[in-house]
């Protein structure tokens, strides 16, 4: 059952980035089965641990230095994770899901099913340039509404990405 909301998160992610881009042809390798599973697999733990554990996916998938880092939030349990795919326009997409939990249960189908899927998209579309950045964000504490508007720029305020210089 999990491998089959694995599987079908997956290809609704992909299909989203694929009409958000659709003035591109959009080339990606597809991964295996096991690698996309084993990733869900690793959701244990408190909210912290859940983020260190995507950073730690987005290392493994490829994601490293300047395009890999951590946003703090005010007031929030642990940072949000970002990943960065540079490509060659100013042009950018943001990919995101949330890795945080509700006190009620572990939140693998509504929160990390999707946080483990943002280091094999990242993976999956690596494998080529690309016209448009990718920004992929791990948020955390959207159960409490914190993660968001940290991210979301408002008024003067711009978005800061580290390693994208437009």
């Given amino acids: 059952m999990a491998s089959k909301i694995c599987f079908s998160l997956a290809l609704g992610l992909l299909l989203a980035v694929a009409a958000a881009a659709r003035a591109q042809s959009v080339r990606y390798v597809e991964l295996p089965r096991d ?3 084993e990733r869900l697999r690793q959701y244990a733990g ?3 641990a859940r983020g260190a554990n995507v950073k730690k996916l987005f290392r493994e998938a490829g994601c490293s230095g300047e395009h890999l880092a951590e946003q703090p939030v005010a007031r929030a349990s642990a940072p949000n994770v970002l990943c960065i795919l540079p490509g060659v326009s100013r042009r950018v997409i943001l990919v995101g899901a949330h890795f945080d939990h509700a006190p009620e249960g572990e939140g693998v189908a509504d929160n990390w099913s999707g946080a483990s899927l943002l280091p ?3 993976q999956s ?3 080529a340039p690309r016209r448009h950045t990718f920004v992929f964000v791990g948020f955390t504490d959207e159960e409490t509404g914190f993660s968001a508007p940290a991210l979301t720029p408002t008024g003067s305020q711009r978005m800061i990405l580290p390693g994208f210089r437009p």
């Fill in 46 to 48: 408190p909210d912290p």
């Fill in 125 to 127: 579309l690596n494998s």
């Fill in 120 to 122: 094999s998209l990242y």
């Fill in 35 to 37: 690698v996309i599973e």
